[in-house]
């Protein structure tokens, strides 16, 4: 059976993702701090449909663990998603390097230790795929979550340049811009509707996505024209925006 | 997140702060530091038992545990629906011990209410069949508890609307089939008389109830439509059926997509709906093999059908008075046809003894049927109240939107016992609902 790797298992997101990728018999490889936390999701998964699931402690940010981390899997997997991330609290960050450091390690430092080391396996092996969960966030800077925003911006930059390197080495990288997901981590946030997908449509379109081997996905179309505006607002205008 | 909830009623609506988790440990600190929760699964009861300032959604908290298919045992996070399980444990030959008429309820949901399915003579509720189960209580300390451990936590989770905690894990039996069919026998009874003398003499079969016309007068008053089964055997079924015994054919959801407006709704309307529904069975007996679906679930066929009720919402009344008062049930089905505001069907059927601390069902017959809300109807729905208080009947509580305080108290026998246990369990009103506020459970 083919098989899929979830980084950062442990989120509403990934736990969609993964049993997306379960219904259409993928074993499951899920990966999160405390692997022990992903029990019961190990067991859903293997009871629902039936496929084996395995469970493993990762850390983002142990950057030394990861080469170890990836060895120690049951098999390369045929697809890596990574799809852990750090909100944060932006206020905080500004004034609080520990908390601007977690927000920079979990969304990009940490995914560029892992994904370096996917990316040489699949190289060396000429197949695979890896999808990277960034975040409209990282399209533009703005005052509201610019360190989230930033760090995502280096991981869209990251994955557009993987994709370009590992073309040639016939592996596909997927980037995934959700915009806004009823999740755990947005609950606090009062989001519009039309604009907020759920996870399970998420975990659709990047199953989807993936399968088509798109390059760029905006899981809601709105948000590809609603970067695209945000994207050219001229800077004079922009910076005196409050968003 | 602020959010505008209501229960399948579609009354009362309110602003609730909703949380959810996926972790043990997220709700346990959750628990510990918030005040005014309430947990709410699917959102399936009928009226205010799980609307509070603080909602503790359990949808995301939906992982299967464990599935014993040899023996029969499910355990389950309490967040799983009820059709998820089924579409599980179904194909391997087993099926759920009881269920109430819609398969979306959470597990959880279940606990809370103590639901009653069509086999309640025979099976009990869902009380029965629990082995054991998780319950976080109001001080975020996760407790296990089973009839014969922690009894009295046990007893008052169990039909308790979540006032002693969250549930959040069920280990259940399950009940072995053969077929995902059932074979059903429609008997059309003349009369309230005729259906009751109906449920006597069918009360072997495993599962049964009745489609009661609440509007009909005179000789023809309580006409119905006795509905019996039993999980149907291999040889029962179709050559075609035969091959895939345990698989249903796929079937294409309806759905109502928007509020419908309310005087779509009249006596008119649902006198001729019922005339349509009773005569549609020209035999006066039918007997024949249907998938499990529309036979447990004929009304989740039609995706969100409470919209038919209009934008004001309704509530279900649903009452059980003790067998030997039958001139009770007359006195309120009488009340109820000659005000007219009865609608579409309601459902009719007779209660197995039952021993519990505070779960709704008790031996005797139990009536269910929707009301829209509109002016006057809470003050006819007291009067009715007053009724079945004289016979020594209850009101379910995961219908219940409105039933005034004194009620509860006066009908449910154990009340003081169960607020005592909740007390002891719900710290500093840690747990507290709409309903709890007002009949006084909590505070």
Redesign the interface.
Known sequence: MPSVLILGAGSDMAMAIAREYASHQYDIQLAARSGNALVPLQQDLQIRYNVTASVHDFDAAAFDSHAAFFASLPAVPDITICVFGYLGDQEKAQRDWSEAARIIHTNYTGAVSILNIVAEAYAQRGSGLIAGISSVAGERGRMSNYIYGSAKAGFTAYLSGLRNRLFHARVHVISIQPGFVNTRMTQHLTLPPLLTAQPEAVAKAVYNGIRKKKNVLYVKWHWKYIMLIIRNIPEGIFKKLKL | ??KRLANWGNYPAIASE??????ED?LRTFVSNHKDLIARGNGRCYGDASLGKHSISML?Y??????DTANGILET?AGVTLD?ILD?IVPKGWFLPITPGTKFITVGGAVASDVHGKNHHVDGAFSNHIIDMDVITGDGNTITCAPDKNPDLFWATCGGMGLTGVVTRVKFDLKKIETAYIKQTQIKAKNLEDVIRLFEEYKHYTYSMAWIDCLKKGDAFGRSILIVGEHAKPEELTAKQRQAPLTLPAKRKLTVPFNLPSFILNTLTVKIFNWLYYNKNLKREINNVVPYEPFFYPLDAILHWNRGYGKAGFVQYQFVLPLEHKDGLVKILQRISDKGWGSFLAVLKVFGNQDSLISFPMEGYTLALDFPVRKGLFDFLDELDEIVLQYGGRLYLSKDARMKQEVFWKSYPNAEKFAAIVKQYNHNNTFTSLQSERLALTK
């Open positions: 997140m602020q909703e949380t959810s988790f996926t972790q997220q995301r939906d992982k299967i545990l464990q599935f996070q998820q599980i």
